[in-house]
Antibody, heavy 121, light 108 residues
Framework: EVEVLESGGGLVQPGGSLRLSCAAS????????MTWVRQAPGKGLEWVSA????????YQAESVRGRFTISRDSSKNTLFLQMNRLRAEDTAVYYC??????????????WGQGALVTVSS | EIVLTQSPGTLSLSPGERATLSCRAS???????LAWYQQKPGQAPRLLIY???SRATGIPDRFSGSGSGTDFTLTISRLEPEDFAVYYC?????????FGGGTKVEIK
């Protein structure tokens, strides 16, 4: 059974940093792209970043480019999102999901339950 | 960036009725790379449709997707109680992936 489980959420001050992790199981991790999608309280879904199965290609939304970095460790079946220079508008539930497709053109077939990130002083 | 506009914002229907949800793109979506997701309160989204019309694993056949170019539709043929939720479309025709704003299907 495919499972993805996020961790690392919490409260952080504006300008601070946080790293999210996503542990994957039930599939061949290195053969699938992975992604992060976020949802601000009461709002819709916003794609954040994606990474190819090999880790050699990454893709980011303009809203996080230069501040967030996606990476993966295939030896640990784990996806990461390093978030720097956080802003209040980054407050959201962050979902990890398995991505299907190629060259950044992905849809998402399995989702985790999400990790809440709150940016506030 | 391709902007997706979903309509209506809210759809009020009774169980057993047919639901028709629209997703319009600001420019043509390459190869009909359009997906639909369902989200219930407090839950993660669930993939329903990919490639505009292919049902994901385990999705009942009352859910169907259609369309191409800039106009796409999700149809639920007969609403079941568990279908009342928010539905999002997502385009993956470019590497700047985008979601629509969502349509809430509520019980009338």
């Amino acid at each position: 059974e495919v499972e993805v489980l996020e961790s690392g959420g919490g409260l952080v001050q504006p300008g601070g940093s946080l790293r999210l992790s996503c542990a994957a199981s039930g599939f061949s991790f290195s053969t699938y792209a992975m992604t992060w999608v976020r949802q601000a309280p009461g709002k819709g879904l916003e794609w954040v970043s994606a990474i190819s199965g090999s880790g050699g290609s990454t893709y980011q939304a303009e809203s996080v480019r230069g501040r967030f970095t996606i990476s993966r460790d295939s030896s640990k079946n784990t996806l990461f999102l390093q978030m720097n220079r956080l802003r209040a508008e980054d407050t959201a539930v962050y979902y990890c999901a398995r991505a299907v497709g190629t060259k950044g053109k992905y849809y998402f077939d399995y989702w985790g339950q999400g990790a809440l990130v709150t940016v506030s002083s | 960036e391709i902007v997706l506009t979903q309509s209506p914002g809210t759809l009020s229907l009774s169980p057993g009725e047919r639901a028709t949800l629209s997703c319009r793109a600001s420019q043509s979506v390459t190869s009909s790379y359009l997906a639909w997701y369902q989200q219930k309160p407090g839950q993660a989204p669930r993939l329903l449709i990919y490639g505009a019309s292919s049902r994901a694993t385990g999705i009942p056949d009352r859910f169907s997707g259609s369309g191409s170019g800039t106009d796409f539709t999700l149809t639920i043929s007969r609403l079941e109680p568990e279908d009342f939720a928010v539905y999002y479309c997502q385009q993956y025709g470019s590497s700047q992936l985008t979601f629509g704003g969502g349509t809430k299907v509520e019980i009338k």
